[in-house]
C-alpha cells in the first residue's frame, strides 16, 4: 500500500471546537521514532498491550503460518506457544506491570479458552460453564476481564457473557437483558470492569457501554453493580448504542459512541462525577444522552468515524479514526487535541499507522500498521 502523503498543514474545521471535536494543529513535529516488532518467522503482526516496562504483547505469524501470542522487550521477539499443541493457534491481548499476560489460544477446531501467562507458562482459566473464553484485559491484581460462553451447546457469538476473573474463580457479569451479549474489555487497578452489554430495540439487541464494580467485595454479581453508559446520542433506537473499550486507574473510560444523525461513530471519554458515569438529563429509555460523555471528534471532519481503544494515567487516548483517503489512521488525543500520529512520526520511516491499541504511563504507543506492503506490529517510542 502507498503511503498517503502528509500534509504541512492541517485544515481548521470551522465549529468544530463548539461540537466537542478538535483536530491537530498547523503542524506537528516528529515526537516518536517507530520501532518494528517484526514476526515470528511469518508475514504479519499485531501488538495489543503494552505495560509501563515497555513489555508488548499481541500475536504474530511464525515460520508455520500458526498464529501465535507473543511477548517483545528488549529488542527480542519470543513466542508463548499454545493451551495445546494440537490447536496450534492463540494471541495475547494484555500485560500487567508484573510481566502476567492474558489472551486466549485455541483447545479445538473451534473454540478457544482464555489464559493467564505467568513466567512464558499458559494456563488455561476455564470457562462459566460453556465452551469457550477470551480473556482481554489483566491489572496488577491478577485480575482478568474478558467473555465467556454459559453453556456449551450453543457455540454462538451472541452467547458471550462478561466476566471478571478473581481469587482464581470468574465471577460472571450479566447482561443488561439476561438473553443476550456481554463483553468485558477492560480492568483498573481499583477493580473496576469495563465493557458492552446489550438491551433490545424492536427485537434488535443494542450494545452499550458499561461499568461494573463488586461494591461490596463479596465475589458475585448483584443488582446495582452495573452502570449503564449512555451515548453521545439523544435518541434510543435500534441504530443507537455505545462501547466501553477501556479506562486508567481513575475510572475514565474510553470506546465508542454513535451520534445524534445514527450514521456514524466517534470515540470518548467519560469522567466520572461524585460516583456516578452516568448523568442523563431523562430516563435511559427516552433520551440515551450521557452528560458526562465528551465527543472526542475525528481526524479530519465531524463526518469521519473514530473509536478509542485506551487511555493512560495522564488522560491520552489512543485509537484510530477514519480519514478522507478511505484508510484508517492511528491517532492521539490529550489536552483536547486529537492528532494523527503519522504526523508524530519521521515522514521517511515508511510506516502508515492504522490502528493504535494501547498506551503505558510514559506515552509509548502500539498499535498495527502498514509497513513495506505488510501488517506489522509497532511499538513507538520518544524521540530524543
Known amino acids: 500500500m502507498r503511503l498517503p502523503p502528509k500534509s504541512a498543514v492541517r485544515t481548521l474545521l470551522t465549529g468544530l471546537a463548539a461540537l466537542g471535536l478538535s483536530a491537530a494543529g498547523a503542524t506537528a513535529d516528529v515526537e516518536y521514532t517507530v520501532v518494528d516488532l517484526g514476526t ?155 465493557g458492552e452489554t446489550a438491551t433490545y430495540f424492536a427485537n434488535t439487541a443494542i450494545p452499550w457501554g458499561y461499568i461494573w464494580q463488586d461494591k461490596n467485595t463479596n465475589g458475585i454479581y448483584e443488582e446495582g453493580e452495573m452502570a449503564i453508559l449512555g451515548s453521545l446520542g439523544v435518541s434510543f433506537t435500534a441504530s443507537s448504542g455505545s462501547g466501553a473499550r477501556g479506562m486508567n486507574d481513575m475510572g475514565q473510560v474510553v470506546g465508542w459512541s454513535y451520534l445524534t444523525n445514527n450514521s456514524i461513530w466517534h470515540a470518548f471519554l467519560v469522567t466520572a462525577s461524585n460516583g456516578q458515569w452516568y448523568v442523563t438529563t431523562s430516563n435511559f429509555w427516552g433520551n440515551t444522552t450521557n452528560v458526562l460523555m465528551r465527543d472526542l471528534g475525528a481526524l479530519e471532519s465531524p463526518a469521519q468515524k473514530s473509536y478509542a481503544s485506551a487511555i493512560n494515567n495522564q488522560s491520552w487516548i489512543v485509537g484510530d479514526s477514519s480519514t478522507a483517503s478511505g484508510t484508517n489512521h492511528a491517532f492521539l488525543w490529550r489536552d483536547g487535541v486529537m492528532t494523527d500520529l503519522n504526523d508524530l512520526i519521521p515522514p521517511s520511516s515508511g510506516w502508515l499507522l492504522t490502528g493504535a491499541t494501547n498506551i503505558n504511563n510514559h506515552g509509548e504507543i502500539v498499535g498495527t500498521g502498514r509497513y513495506l506492503g505488510q501488517t506489522r506490529a509497532y511499538l513507538l517510542t520518544k524521540s530524543g
Open 40 to 194: 515470528l518467522g511469518g508475514t504479519n503482526s499485531e501488538a495489543t498491550g503494552i505495560n509501563d516496562r515497555s513489555q508488548v504483547v499481541g500475536w504474530a505469524k511464525d515460520a508455520n503460518g500458526r498464529t501465535q501470542a507473543f511477548l517483545w522487550e528488549h529488542g527480542t521477539l519470543t513466542g508463548l506457544g499454545f493451551l495445546t499443541n494440537r490447536w496450534s493457534n492463540s494471541i495475547a491481548t494484555a500485560i500487567n506491570n508484573q510481566g502476567e499476560i492474558t489472551g486466549y489460544s485455541s483447545i479445538t477446531s473451534t473454540n478457544a479458552h482464555a489464559f493467564i501467562c505467568m513466567s512464558n507458562i499458559m494456563t488455561d482459566i476455564g470457562t462459566l460453564g460453556g465452551a469457550e473464553s477470551w480473556g482481554r484485559a489483566i491489572n496488577e491484581n491478577h485480575d482478568i476481564a474478558g467473555w465467556s460462553q454459559l453453556i456449551s451447546n450453543y457455540p454462538s457469538s451472541t452467547d458471550r457473557k462478561s466476566y471478571c476473573w478473581r481469587s482464581n474463580q470468574m465471577i460472571y457479569i450479566p447482561t443488561y437483558i439476561a438473553t443476550h451479549f456481554g463483553e468485558a474489555y477492560g480492568v483498573n487497578e481499583n477493580g473496576l470492569v469495563c
